[in-house]
């Protein structure tokens, strides 16, 4: 089953992604933060992870240097309230930039597109 | 086989409860049909539902039979407090056969619990939450059988589904509704630049969304750049809370700016941190600090009296987020009266041109210079009303290149002309005025005159001969015999093609700006003294008009450039602090709105109730709706698309840099430009473009805190695709830790930086199809290279 590990320091947001994930088949485990993600990339291999862009303590684009220095392999969706730096961070930063949403229709078919 | 009495009785009660869960009323008639059925499924005379108040420190009476209708609603006990308040905390049933000999029993006489002799009661469990607990009450001696015991625990389980999916729409409905009034709240907060203004909205709107009593506002001195001062600076309260705040404001406030988080005192009562001064007061306070940029700016104190509901964490959050977006609001206005100000020293400024203004108007007919020239010289020209010379050029200083300039002639080319000339003027008797207006008396632009005053220039400097002297000296001269003058240079007697004329100096408050140069080419009039002396008089009234002119047209320019400065500063303040605050906004609704709209959706799947159904459509097109009022104004404020049309690039850096040539000089930074023609002009947003470059330049000279030089470069690509600029400065540099931040929003190194000049300016780049690089230079100091396509002709 391939592994998912979703960031967001919003603990309602990590839940719903986990279950809409789950749903979709996969394993899902969650973050609240940028430290714990990184420690979580330590512990296990994951296939992809979803990571908020602003969070209290280590912030999204830090938390992102650190994953893409470990291993740059490792794709990564931007998940996050702004949309206005989409262009910004979409392309050169991260494997694809969604705008987070109630309907999660983007973020299921980007997981999709990812891991097949 | 027959089924056990009592597994018949719980199958009929859960079915019962199946079909009231199910049903369309609502929580509180629900609860009261459930214990109804539960009291005759055991047989029994009373019961009742408890549940956990908002706070969750309380229950509180939902539901009741046998007991007295009034304390429903009324009735609480604190958690571990009476029976409902034990087995709630606890979470584990209970049977008493007599209630009134154990410690725990409270009693409360308003309810008519009395009439009652034994009860059983079980929590209402969901998981591990306790939503409430549930009683059944007999007024004969009862002692309950543990399967007795037993079915009231499986119907609390079962009472528990219902109470959560009403708590989940309730606590939906609220949450949207604090959604919706923070987004009220702040786009009310943009809406005036007004302080007072602001304060009051602020007060007015956290007040009734919290169902506070009233609220108090404490602005601290605003940051000029002073460190910590903490000087109160402006406070708002409301009336109502008035006497309240004199007790508790100042310990609030105190204690909210030393520790820069929220405080929220539930009962005053109770609260070691104010219980001291208290007194009588039961009262709940919840006090924010406005922070902007790290530092305490002010704070917001709610307060909830006796009359109202203590406040809870939730409010806590609610109000800090609101209290993020009134900081930034309230920084911007701050700003905005500061600028007011600002306009207001050049408002007086203007005031003082504008009385110059009136009297340059009243002593000629215009204040363009160009107009002007002609004026003075077609009076000199003109017989009649005019001073009647044949010719007149008039001649300006430049006092920064110490030059004298021929700027204007005005006279006859040919005996012919000026034969018809002046006999028109005797015929129709005309004013000066009338043949000003009405057309010229000469040919203009072109005529011989005209050439040849524009082809006299000079160093003002004694040796250059006669004009030169008649600045430097401010003194008219009478040339009679140009030949045998040694004053008069040979070129200008060739230039002029005569051997007498007349200077006078033009002398405005002591200065000499210029000289006007007469002679009588045709009619070889000799210019006599009185000639002279009538000349000065008129260069004398002509010197003011022209410096008159000029004074104008500098404060035109001048006034001009304020303007720009003015709403450049304005514009990038505004939109970088209003960038700030919308950002935030957003970021706090979208957030709980995705996980709103997201559940809402999961729970739209598991529901088939048509009328919940209804509730859960209308609540995802709510979201929708708010969703989509955020991303429209977040489209409007933060990315409006450019606006294209051809303009030279070299221009916006020329309209730029004299923006910050006073800033720059102060802070002893010398501008280095090396602007190359060749890149023409290009497809931009003109107001973008400058609003990137000002970003540069900006950072460049806050880079250079000891002076420097700032280097604005332009030229072509190798390729010609591209038009380069480049903005270099000899300041520090980037440094390592900023590289891979520089265009990230909100990074800044700065106090009072905003991290967005450059996240807003790679936008713009971008928005135009180029691209923005930096470097560090060998020799210190950071270059910015931006780079714009040029069009390319088809
Ligand atoms: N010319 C420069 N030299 C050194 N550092 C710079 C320069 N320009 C920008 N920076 C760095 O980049 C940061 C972000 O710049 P910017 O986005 O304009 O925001 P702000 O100027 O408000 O801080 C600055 O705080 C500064 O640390
Ligand atoms: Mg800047």
Not at chain 2, 79 to 102: F, H, M, T
Not at chain 2, 297 to 309: F, K, N, R
Not at chain 2, 595 to 602: D, N
Request: aromatic share 6%; glycine share 6%.
């Amino acid at each position: 089953m391939k592994k998912i590990l979703v960031v967001d320091d919003e603990e309602n947001i990590c839940k719903l992604y986990r279950e809409e994930l789950e749903e979709m088949g996969y394993e899902v485990t969650t973050a609240l933060d940028g430290g714990s993600a990184i420690a979580a990339l330590e512990k296990a291999r994951y296939d992809l992870v979803t990571l908020d862009m602003r969070m209290k303590g280590m912030d999204g684009i830090e938390t992102l240097r650190k994953m893409k220095e470990r291993d740059a392999s490792l794709p990564v969706i931007i998940s996050s309230a702004y949309e206005e730096y989409k262009n910004d961070f979409g392309s050169w930063a991260s494997d694809a930039y969604i705008v987070k949403s109630a309907d999660t229709a983007a973020l299921r078919d980007t997981v999709k597109k990812i891991l097949g | 086989m027959t089924m056990e009495p009592v597994e018949r009785t719980e199958l009929s009660i859960l079915s019962e409860i199946g079909r009231i869960s199910t049903s369309a009323d609502d929580l509180h008639r629900k609860l009261q049909r459930i214990i109804e059925v539960v009291m005759r499924g055991i047989g029994k005379d009373g019961a009742s539902v408890f549940l956990l108040d908002r706070s969750g420190k309380n229950v509180i009476l939902e539901a009741a039979m046998g007991l007295n209708q009034e304390a429903v609603g009324k009735l609480t006990f604190p958690l571990g407090k009476g029976i409902a308040g034990w087995v709630a905390e606890q979470k584990v049933p209970l049977a008493l056969a007599d209630p009134y000999s154990d410690p725990r029993f409270q009693y409360v006489p308003e309810t008519g619990i009395e009439r009652f002799k034994s009860l059983v009661a079980a929590p209402i469990m969901d998981e591990d939450r306790c939503f409430g607990v549930i009683f059944v009450l007999s007024g004969q001696n009862w002692n309950a059988t543990s399967s007795e015991v037993t079915i009231l625990t499986t119907t609390a389980n079962q009472i528990s589904g219902v109470i959560r999916s009403t708590l989940l729409f309730q606590d939906i409905e609220d949450r949207l509704a604090r959604l919706a009034s923070i987004y009220e709240i702040s786009m009310a907060l943009t809406s005036t630049l007004d302080l007072n203004q602001l304060l009051s909205l602020i007060a007015r709107n956290t007040t009734s969304s919290l169902r506070a009593q009233g609220c108090t506002i404490h602005l601290l001195d605003l940051p000029a750049g002073d460190g910590e001062n903490r000087e109160l600076r402006l406070t708002f309260i409301d009336d109502a809370v008035r006497d309240i705040d004199t007790v508790f404001g100042e310990r609030m406030q105190t204690n909210t700016i030393r520790d820069k988080r929220p405080l929220l005192i539930a009962d005053t009562s109770q609260d070691a941190r104010v219980q001291d001064i208290s007194n009588q007061h039961r009262v709940s306070i919840l006090s924010v600090p406005l922070i902007f940029h790290d530092r305490v700016t002010g704070v917001i104190t709610l307060y909830s009296t006796e009359q109202g509901q203590p406040f809870i964490d939730d409010d806590l959050q609610f109000l800090t987020t609101i209290a993020s977006g009134a900081a930034v609001a309230v920084e911007n206005a701050a700003l905005f009266e500061r600028e007011e100000r600002m306009a207001g020293d050049a408002r007086v400024r203007a005031q003082e041109f504008s009385i110059l203004y009136d009297v340059g108007t009243a002593m000629s007919a215009t204040l363009n210079l160009d107009r002007l020239l002609r004026i003075i010289l077609t009076a000199a020209t003109m017989g009649g009303t005019g001073l009647g010379f044949n010719r007149a050029i008039l001649l300006l200083t430049n006092e920064r290149t110490n030059i004298l300039q021929g700027m204007m002639g005005v006279g006859p080319t040919s005996w012919d002309e000026a034969s018809r000339a002046w006999t028109e003027v005797a015929r129709k008797h005309k004013s000066l005025m009338e043949w000003i207006q009405t057309g010229e008396l000469f040919e203009s632009r072109d005529s011989e005159i005209n050439e040849v005053a524009r082809r006299i220039r000079m160093h003002m400097d004694p040796d250059e001969g006669v004009l030169a002297r008649t600045v430097l000296e401010k003194r008219s001269f009478n040339v009679l015999d140009a030949a045998s003058d040694p004053l008069v240079p040979k070129d200008l007697r060739d230039t002029l093609r005569v051997n007498s004329f007349a200077t006078v100096p033009l002398v405005a408050k002591g200065r000499a700006i210029g000289a006007i140069l007469v002679d009588n080419l045709f009619t070889r009039r000799p210019i006599t003294d009185h000639d002279i002396r009538f000349l000065t008089m008129f260069a004398h009234q002509a010197a003011l008009a022209i410096d008159n002119a000029v004074i104008h047209s500098n404060m035109e320019t001048m006034n001009r450039d304020i303007r720009v400065i003015h709403e450049q500063l304005a514009q990038s303040e505004k939109m970088a602090a209003l960038g700030t605050m919308m950002a935030e906004i957003t970021h706090e609704i979208r957030n709980p709105l995705v996980s709103i709209g997201g559940f809402t959706r999961r729970l739209a799947r598991k529901v088939t109730d048509p009328d919940a159904k209804k509730y859960i459509d209308i609540i995802l097109s709510e979201v929708g709706r708010l969703e989509g009022i955020i991303h429209d104004n977040l489209a409007y404020i933060k990315n409006v698309g450019p606006q294209f049309s051809r303009t030279s690039l070299n221009n916006i850096v020329e309209e730029v840099l004299p923006v910050y040539e006073d800033e720059l000089r102060q802070r002893g930074i010398n501008i280095e430009r090396d602007l190359s023609p060749e890149i023409g002009s290009l497809d931009m947003d003109p107001q973008q473009i400058k609003q990137a470059v000002v970003n540069l330049v900006a950072n460049a000279m806050e880079a250079m805190e000891n002076g420097g030089t700032l280097t604005v470069r332009t030229y072509p690509s190798a390729d010609s695709r591209d038009a380069v600029m480049e903005i270099g400065d000899t300041g520090p540099g980037i440094s390592p830790e900023s590289m891979h931040n520089l265009f990230n929003p909100y990074y800044t190194t700065k106090v009072r930086g905003t991290g967005l000049g450059l996240p807003i300016t790679h936008r713009i780049v971008k928005a135009h199809k180029g691209n923005i690089v930096f470097r560090n230079k060998e020799t210190g100091g950071a270059v910015f290279t931006l780079r714009l396509p040029v069009p390319q002709e088809k």
